[in-house]
Structures are given as C-alpha cells and as structure tokens.
C-alpha cells in the first residue's frame, strides 16, 4: 500500500480495493474519492505503471509546461542552480509591470520543490522572499533556476513494492524532526 498526499489532493495505491477502504475508514479520512484503476496523471504528474509493481512519479510535462509559460523551453542547459558571480554583474532594476510574472512562476517552481525537487527548495525560498518587488537580478536567479530544472526533468520519484509485512504507515521527511535524535533532545 503506498499513500501520497500534497495538501488536499493525494492518491492512496494498493491491490485489494477493500483493504484500502478500511485503511482510510481507521484512519478517519475524510475525503471524496474517485476511484481509477492505474491512473496516468495526478496533479500534473505522469505516473507509469510497471508490470514488477513499480509506480514511477514523473514531472517531465509538468516542468515542460512551466518552462514553456515562462519561454524557457529552448533555452541552455546550466548544471547549478545559480551562480552566486552571476548577480553581481546586474544593475539591481525593477520593472513593476513584471511583478506578478514572477510571482506566478515562483508559484510554478514552488510546487516542483515540494513534490519531487526537494534540493531546489532553499533557492525557490530565497526568491519568493523577493516576489513583491523583484529586480532584474531576482529575474536572472530564476531564468537560471528554470535552466537547472530543465536538466534535471528527467528526475521521478519511485515507488517500489517491498516486503515490509507490517500493516503501518511509513512516513519518509528530510526535515531535522523526523530523526530519532530531535525526539531526545529535552
């Protein structure tokens, strides 16, 4: 049984369709469902279903599309998410028409960084501290971020069916509170 949840909107996957119902009748969901069997898309995901049990979460047409809104889909492929030398060669200019360009693309990368690129997240955050005035220099560090994202589109998550017998739920976070260490510490 595998369960992803992104705020309100999730997908619960497993091979009998009544376990999964009293999983989430234990649990107290309370959610509207609607049931397919092997869904392709979730909230502008691909998911690619393998014959081993393997479930493949692939963002390529979701990066795809933000890439071609913000005209960056012909664009070069950098390896770094930005180049710190870079913004020291721009004048700091700010063009208000622009502001909620930049808000809505920040919003795009945002929601990459919280599924499936997880290592963008401190240079999306550094940018959205900017969102209400950005300059040119905030464009240039997000033109570059949308190149590095570019390359990586590739990336998916992946789900694989396992041994684990037990009937608990794992929960996976790279946050410092979920290790055993943050528990102890009075």
Request: glycine share 4%.
């Amino acid at each position: 049984m595998f369960l992803y949840v992104h705020v309100e909107n999730g997908f619960l996957i497993g091979k009998n369709e009544n376990k999964l119902l009293t999983f989430l009748e234990k649990r107290n969901f309370k959610l509207s469902l609607k049931y397919q069997k092997k869904p392709t898309h979730h909230l502008g995901y691909c998911l690619d279903w393998e014959t081993n049990g393997t479930i493949y979460l692939k963002p390529q047409d979701l990066i795809s599309k933000i890439l071609k809104n913000h005209d960056m889909d012909r664009s070069w492929d950098v390896k770094t998410q930005c180049n710190g030398n870079l913004l020291q060669a721009f004048k700091s200019v700010r063009d208000p028409a622009r502001d909620p360009a930049f808000q809505q693309e920040i919003g795009n990368i945002d929601y990459l960084a919280q599924d499936t690129r997880k290592y963008i997240s401190y240079k999306v955050n550094s940018l959205s501290r900017h969102a209400a005035h950005p300059t040119n220099k905030h464009w240039v560090a997000l033109n570059n971020l949308l190149q590095y994202v570019k390359v990586s589109s590739s990336l998916c998550l992946h789900c694989q069916k396992t041994t684990f017998k037990r009937h608990d739920v794992i929960g996976l976070a790279d946050a410092a509170y979920a290790n055993k260490k943050w528990k102890e510490i009075p």
